[in-house]
């Protein structure tokens, strides 16, 4: 993939918003955003508690079907003798 030349700065500018890194010893719940204090460890309520759980099962589902994508895609990559496009 090119870039044109106009365009290598904005591309600079993104890099820098990465500031996940950072932020340590600041909790925020997960679902709606807000600050969680010192009892609260996951949500900072029991009704985002119930969405956060909600999610996270969906998201384990979700794992699990693109970990079984991946194993099907190998088999049959496998079975093909290692044509395709690469
Ligand atoms: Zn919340």
Known sequence: MKLPPDDAQATLGAVQTARDV????????PVCGGALTGRQKVACSEKCRAIRWRQGREVTRQARD????????????????GQGDG
């Open 22 to 29: 950072s932020v340590v010893g600041f909790r925020q719940c």
């Open 66 to 81: 693109e970990q079984v994508a991946q194993h099907l895609r190998t088999a049959l990559r496998l079975l093909d003798g």
